[in-house]
């Protein structure tokens, strides 16, 4: 009946989570990567366990990669002269760039299947029947504990205890109808896109083409070596970004895939988020953001755009390299998925060769060890399966703002909830949005949803990405721009959005009425604002090429010092900012100094008197006050995902379980826990 001398079979377990890029499940903290089973059934719901939390991974990483195919974007470039060491005219480079364009769309025409129902078929996305997999896996454990009640009952080898075990074969056997379509789905798509590839690849390495990338071998092996390096070092510092944080009952996969072109000159690198109830997926996405920027001197990419021909080769490359790299991606998810739908083909008599084994006494044991696997892995239950827009669509996302008194916190699924101090709910506000920002009673949105998984047309709520500024006493938002929106900043007074438009990626400031906006001065050196921030009546900014931080001064942009920042924070006349080797920073407008104020910093809510809650690498909320030489920093609570401090001082607080708190007392260490966020539409 035991298994007692069996080691811990899946300690070695690895899922692919990016092209060429494995990680280990133990490391990732699988609360049962490093189970040793002691009963033959408590080995087949290991295997049943570890397979069904391993398929979404790699499903929902392989979905994230193809919808950031979906979104690259080849620049647009007028060729004027042949590329150096050349003969090649510039009409037939014109032509083979243009062909090379064609084929990515009709690469990215079929991706969108992946994503989303396509009019006129019946056949749901896949994304859509990503949760179709924890689902056939409650229905099992749901069967299994019905039956185990009755062969407690009977006693074995009657012929109700037989009847009994056939009638659990039957009806397992008949949960194996939706990962066998799914993967069918996936093998078919996968076949598709991967002509598609062949057809990409073969536009973009024969002809003309070839002999423009030939010309900037050297410069591009360089980069493709220096980012492929990049990749490798943030995956291997950000096991808990890739991980599955079971513990919180959250999941999310990130792939980082080479670089996309957000608009010219480059952004640095696409980061796609598939987001499986990602519940502190923002802030980690952040800090991802920021360890990406400072390996930007690594990946010396500056020459390669500064001439047409040299975009267009970097350009093309960087497609080639990143359509590939779906086949790899969907081989390991269509593998995962095979090892399911295998163990599901067998499951049921590798239950009833377990459960015949056992006499009376023992088969309690065995559903004991059943029901503490199971248990380990509950998160599985809930799965809720979001995509979120890419960087290039949203740069830097609020979801926890708190604005006077109150707090808005911005669910997974982009269903927004509002707080009053005191009050005995979280009311939920109306519509859905991507981000929310606030100050004083003004408070800010940007208008859209995340795609989601759990319904058969993903992408249900109109999407625009406008601005809308919210009224509370009515429950209604009004829109108030006619361009997308990829952040906000408000002080409460003035409001200012980044313009989501590629050929228009520029700061813009509301007039104050109806949908008119003022275009501000574009950066330094053509770049784009990434993250935004309004203080002391100034708009400050970080750039996306070179991660400078600038305050706008009237008519142009001043730097505020060499070191590169990945976050901002604003709050009266001070700024907090988190620099890309997670040091905390204060800005005062008044006075003109920034200095440092503390280091591993991963978050930051700047106070109106210049002190700052931080939350550390190691998800510690702290407090540093910056009243005192050097700053002092108080820890204050563990687990800590997102904080948020209002205009008037009021501090908020969310853990990696879902749970807010507000400040009572900062000298006591006095918090008060909210009432719970509402569970529907999270």
């Given at each position: 009946?035991?298994?007692?001398?069996?080691?811990?079979?899946?300690?070695?377990?690895?899922v692919?989570?990016?092209?060429?890029?494995?990680?280990?499940?133990?490391?990732m903290?699988?609360?049962l990567?490093?189970?040793?089973p002691?009963?033959?059934?408590?080995?087949?719901?290991l295997d049943?366990?570890?397979?069904?939390?391993?398929?979404?991974?790699?499903?929902?990483?392989?979905?994230?990669?193809?919808?950031s195919?979906t979104?690259l974007?080849l620049?647009?470039l007028?060729?004027k002269?042949?590329?150096?060491?050349?003969?090649?005219?510039?009409?037939?480079?014109?032509?083979?760039?243009?062909d090379?364009?064609?084929?990515?769309?009709?690469?990215?025409?079929?991706?969108?299947?992946?994503?989303?129902t396509?009019?006129?078929?019946?056949?749901?996305?896949?994304?859509?029947?990503?949760?179709?997999?924890?689902?056939?896996?409650?229905t099992?454990?749901?069967?299994?504990?019905?039956?185990?009640t009755?062969l407690s009952?009977?006693?074995?080898?009657?012929?109700?205890?037989?009847?009994?075990?056939?009638q659990?074969?039957?009806?397992?056997?008949?949960?194996?109808?939706?990962?066998?379509?799914?993967?069918?789905q996936?093998?078919t798509l996968g076949t598709?896109?991967?002509?598609?590839t062949?057809?990409i690849?073969t536009?973009?390495t024969?002809?003309?083409?070839?002999?423009?990338?030939q010309a900037?071998?050297?410069?591009?092996t360089?980069?493709?070596?220096?980012?492929?390096d990049?990749?490798?070092?943030?995956?291997s510092?950000?096991?808990?970004?890739?991980?599955l944080g079971f513990?919180a009952?959250?999941?999310?996969?990130?792939g980082?895939?080479g670089?996309?072109?957000?608009?010219?000159p480059?952004?640095?690198?696409?980061?796609?988020?598939g987001?499986?109830?990602?519940?502190?997926?923002?802030?980690e996405?952040n800090?991802?953001k920021?360890q990406?920027?400072s390996?930007?001197?690594?990946?010396?990419?500056d020459?390669?755009w500064?001439?047409?021909d040299?975009q267009?080769?970097?350009?093309?490359?960087?497609?080639?390299?990143q359509?590939a790299?779906?086949?790899s991606?969907?081989?390991a998810a269509?593998?995962?998925?095979?090892?399911?739908?295998?163990l599901?083909?067998?499951?049921?008599?590798?239950i009833?060769?377990?459960i015949?084994?056992?006499n009376?006494?023992?088969?309690?044991?065995a559903?004991n060890?059943?029901?503490?696997?199971i248990?380990?892995?509950?998160?599985?239950?809930?799965?809720?399966?979001y995509?979120?827009?890419?960087?290039?669509?949203?740069?830097n996302?609020?979801?926890f703002a708190?604005?006077?008194?109150?707090?808005?916190?911005?669910?997974?699924?982009?269903?927004?909830?509002?707080?009053?101090s005191?009050g005995?709910?979280w009311?939920a506000?109306a519509?859905?949005?991507?981000?929310?920002?606030?100050?004083?009673?003004?408070?800010?949105?940007i208008?859209?949803?995340p795609a989601?998984?759990?319904?058969?047309?993903?992408?249900?709520?109109p999407?625009?990405y406008?601005?809308?500024?919210?009224?509370a006493?009515?429950?209604a938002?009004t829109?108030i721009?006619?361009?997308?929106?990829?952040?906000l900043?408000?002080d409460?007074?003035?409001?200012?959005?980044?313009?989501q438009t590629?050929?228009n990626?520029q700061?813009?400031?509301?007039?104050?009425?109806?949908?008119?906006?003022?275009?501000l001065?574009a950066?330094?050196?053509?770049?784009?604002?990434?993250n935004?921030a309004?203080?002391?009546?100034?708009?400050?900014a970080?750039?996306?090429?070179?991660?400078?931080?600038y305050?706008?001064?009237?008519?142009?942009?001043?730097?505020l010092?060499s070191?590169t920042f990945?976050a901002?924070?604003?709050n009266?006349?001070?700024v907090?900012l988190v620099?890309?080797s997670?040091?905390?920073?204060?800005?005062d407008?008044?006075?003109?100094?920034?200095?440092?104020?503390?280091?591993?910093?991963?978050?930051?809510?700047?106070?109106?008197?210049?002190d700052q809650?931080?939350?550390s690498?190691?998800?510690?909320?702290?407090?540093?006050?910056?009243?005192?030489?050097?700053?002092?920093?108080?820890?204050?609570k563990?687990?800590?995902?997102g904080?948020?401090?209002?205009?008037?001082?009021?501090?908020y607080?969310s853990d990696?379980e879902?749970n807010?708190f507000r400040?009572?007392?900062l000298?006591?260490n006095?918090w008060?826990l909210?009432?719970?966020l509402?569970?529907?539409?999270?």
């Amino acid at each position: 009946m035991t298994t007692a001398t069996l080691k811990a079979p899946h300690s070695g377990r690895t899922v692919q989570i990016a092209p060429n890029l494995h990680v280990n499940l133990a490391a990732m903290g699988h609360p049962l990567a490093n189970y040793r089973p002691r009963t033959k059934l408590g080995l087949v719901a290991l295997d049943m366990t570890m397979a069904t939390s391993t398929s979404p991974i790699s499903v929902a990483a392989t979905t994230a990669y193809v919808y950031s195919l979906t979104q690259l974007s080849l620049p647009v470039l007028q060729f004027k002269a042949p590329p150096p060491g050349t003969t090649i005219s510039p009409q037939s480079l014109q032509q083979a760039y243009s062909d090379f364009q064609t084929q990515v769309a009709i690469f990215q025409g079929q991706a969108a299947a992946w994503i989303d129902t396509q009019p006129g078929t019946s056949s749901p996305s896949i994304f859509s029947q990503l949760v179709s997999i924890p689902r056939t896996f409650a229905t099992i454990n749901g069967t299994v504990q019905s039956k185990f009640t009755l062969l407690s009952a009977l006693t074995p080898g009657t012929q109700a205890y037989i009847q009994t075990l056939q009638q659990l074969e039957t009806l397992i056997g008949a949960e194996t109808g939706d990962i066998t379509n799914l993967n069918t789905q996936m093998s078919t798509l996968g076949t598709n896109l991967s002509t598609a590839t062949v057809n990409i690849n073969t536009a973009g390495t024969t002809g003309v083409l070839a002999q423009l990338i030939q010309a900037y071998a050297s410069e591009i092996t360089a980069l493709t070596d220096a980012i492929t390096d990049a990749n490798n070092q943030i995956s291997s510092d950000n096991k808990k970004i890739v991980g599955l944080g079971f513990a919180a009952g959250t999941s999310i996969v990130i792939g980082v895939i080479g670089f996309a072109n957000w608009w010219n000159p480059i952004g640095w690198i696409m980061i796609a988020g598939g987001a499986l109830g990602a519940y502190y997926a923002i802030a980690e996405i952040n800090t991802l953001k920021g360890q990406i920027a400072s390996l930007q001197s690594t990946i010396q990419s500056d020459e390669l755009w500064k001439t047409t021909d040299s975009q267009a080769a970097a350009s093309v490359q960087s497609t080639l390299t990143q359509t590939a790299g779906f086949v790899s991606m969907n081989a390991a998810a269509q593998k995962e998925l095979t090892v399911l739908e295998n163990l599901l083909t067998t499951l049921a008599s590798d239950i009833t060769t377990a459960i015949s084994e056992l006499n009376q006494g023992q088969l309690q044991d065995a559903l004991n060890e059943w029901n503490e696997i199971i248990s380990a892995a509950s998160v599985l239950a809930n799965v809720t399966a979001y995509v979120w827009p890419s960087p290039i669509m949203l740069s830097n996302p609020t979801t926890f703002a708190a604005g006077g008194s109150d707090v808005y916190s911005v669910s997974v699924s982009g269903q927004a909830y509002h707080y009053s101090s005191g009050g005995a709910n979280w009311p939920a506000v109306a519509d859905k949005s991507l981000s929310i920002v606030a100050s004083g009673s003004l408070v800010v949105g940007i208008n859209g949803a995340p795609a989601d998984g759990a319904n058969v047309s993903p992408t249900p709520y109109p999407t625009n990405y406008f601005v809308k500024t919210y009224n509370a006493g009515s429950n209604a938002w009004t829109t108030i721009s006619t361009f997308p929106a990829a952040q906000l900043a408000t002080d409460g007074t003035s409001i200012y959005a980044i313009n989501q438009t590629t050929s228009n990626r520029q700061a813009y400031k509301y007039g104050g009425s109806g949908t008119t906006w003022s275009a501000l001065p574009a950066l330094p050196n053509s770049d784009a604002p990434q993250n935004i921030a309004v203080a002391g009546g100034k708009l400050f900014a970080i750039s996306t090429n070179t991660q400078t931080a600038y305050v706008l001064n009237g008519s142009s942009w001043s730097s505020l010092s060499s070191t590169t920042f990945t976050a901002l924070s604003a709050n009266g006349t001070k700024v907090g900012l988190v620099s890309t080797s997670n040091s905390s920073y204060l800005y005062d407008t008044v006075a003109g100094s920034l200095v440092s104020t503390g280091s591993s910093v991963v978050q930051i809510a700047q106070v109106s008197n210049g002190d700052q809650y931080i939350i550390s690498t190691d998800q510690h909320l702290h407090y540093i006050n910056n009243q005192v030489s050097p700053p002092a920093a108080t820890v204050l609570k563990p687990n800590i995902v997102g904080v948020a401090v209002s205009d008037t001082g009021v501090v908020y607080c969310s853990d990696n379980e879902g749970n807010s708190f507000r400040l009572v007392d900062l000298g006591s260490n006095q918090w008060t826990l909210l009432p719970a966020l509402p569970t529907s539409g999270s």
